[in-house]
Structure formats: C-alpha cells, structure tokens
C-alpha cells in the first residue's frame, strides 16, 4: 500500500510543479499587460 501511494505522489509531483510555473508564467504576463496599459494611459 505505501508503495502505492509513494508511486502516486512521485507521479504527480511534476505535474504540480508545470502548473505552478505555468500560473508564474500568467501572473507575470499578466503584470506586464497591467503595466504596459497604465503607462499607456498616461
């Protein structure tokens, strides 16, 4: 049973860590676009 479950996390772990770079990814692009429209603004 233990070895299920450390196979399960093992697999899953890099896809937590794709998602969480994609997410960084967004809020920066994100940022970006929010800066660039305030400088448009002015």
């Given amino acids: 049973m233990n070895l299920i479950l450390l196979y399960i996390a093992a697999s899953q772990d890099p896809v937590i860590m794709m998602s969480k770079n994609q997410q960084e990814e967004r809020q920066k692009r994100a940022?970006?676009?929010y800066l660039i429209n305030l400088?448009?603004?002015l």
């Fill in 31 to 33: 940022k970006n676009n």
């Fill in 39 to 41: 400088k448009a603004n």
